[in-house]
């Protein structure tokens, strides 16, 4: 997945070039599999099971790379609301009264978004820490998409489910109750790589948006995977070599879902298009 300088492309934190359009930019590879959430010691301890274990599918593992994707949720939540009043002082800088009002109106909708999103997952946090500490990873499910092939892109990270991939809603994300989650994680195996998700056994929302996806064949599944972590996890990294293989087409409309802002509210669609060099082997739900 790296290159030759230990680098892998990126289109996260999002950049753009001088005409406007999303930027991708280089990060040397420990910086993108690592984030300040935990010490070094207790990082090591907790998720030693996945670092230093080849990875099987196991319960355990499973859960552990859900776990370590909603702690970078919180993370990123926790620095995005800490930042916001600094943000709402400059962000109308220079815009007419009427512009102020209504810059100022959606990033009131978008900080109310952020901290209803933080409380969720602090909450689902609770009940993960619980179980973690138990060593028992009871209550929760887990599908696996194993495949052969370079593992070209990478991500962890979490997602609100609010339609499934044939268009029903399954839930509304302003509901004042506390929305189902869908944790993502990627794993290196021995033939190539897997695609892990994991979500609450009281997650109606995540499971139905589970079965569209699994319901979709072994030569689509691929693709769907690449564009689903393009559009619903921010911190996705990947390969310059992959990348570069891929049509100006394809380029384009990978970058356009990348570049969505919240996927949640603006229209998009998958394309019915393999690209990545994988060949799924098995698919496991427990």
């Known amino acids: 997945m790296v290159d030759s300088k230990k680098q892998v492309l990126t289109f996260f934190p999002m950049r753009r070039d001088d005409s406007g359009n999303i930027k991708l930019h280089r990060v040397e590879w420990r910086d993108a599999s690592t984030f300040t959430g935990f010490c070094a ?6 998720f030693s099971p996945i670092e230093k274990v080849r990875f099987t599918g196991s319960k355990q593992q499973c859960f552990l790379l ?3 994707a909603l702690c970078h949720e919180i993370f990123q939540k926790t620095g995005a609301l800490k930042a916001s009043p600094q943000v709402r002082r400059l962000v109308d800088r220079g815009l007419p009264p009427w512009g102020q009002r209504e810059v100022q109106e959606f990033h009131a909708t978008l900080t109310a978004g952020q901290a209803k999103g933080l409380s969720d997952s602090q909450e689902l946090k609770t009940a993960m820490d ?3 500490l138990a060593e028992t990873y009871q209550g929760f499910s887990s599908a696996i998409v194993e495949f052969e092939g370079d593992l070209c892109i990478s991500c962890a990270g979490a997602m609100t489910p609010d339609y499934d991939l044939g268009g029903n809603r ?3 994300l302003h509901d004042d109750r506390t929305l189902d989650s869908l944790l993502f ?3 290196v195996t021995d033939t190539g790589g897997a695609a892990v998700f994991t979500w609450s056994d009281k997650a109606s929302a995540s499971e139905s948006f589970m079965t569209t996806l699994l319901n979709r064949t072994t030569d689509q599944l691929p693709g769907i995977l690449v564009q689903f972590m393009l559009t619903y996890i921010e911190n996705s990294f990947f390969s310059a070599k992959w990348w570069d293989s891929l049509s100006e087409l394809h380029q384009s409309h990978l970058a356009a879902l990348a570049e969505i802002s919240n996927p949640y509210y603006d229209a998009f669609h998958f394309l019915n298009s393999k690209l990545v060099p ?3 082997t098995k698919i496991s739900v427990h």
Do not use: E, N
């Open 185 to 187: 994680g990627t794993a």
């Open 66 to 68: 859900g776990y370590r």
């Open 170 to 172: 399954l839930q509304t």
């Open 41 to 46: 010691k207790h990082d090591a301890s907790t």
């Open 130 to 132: 619980t179980q973690l």
């Open 278 to 280: 994988w060949k799924v």
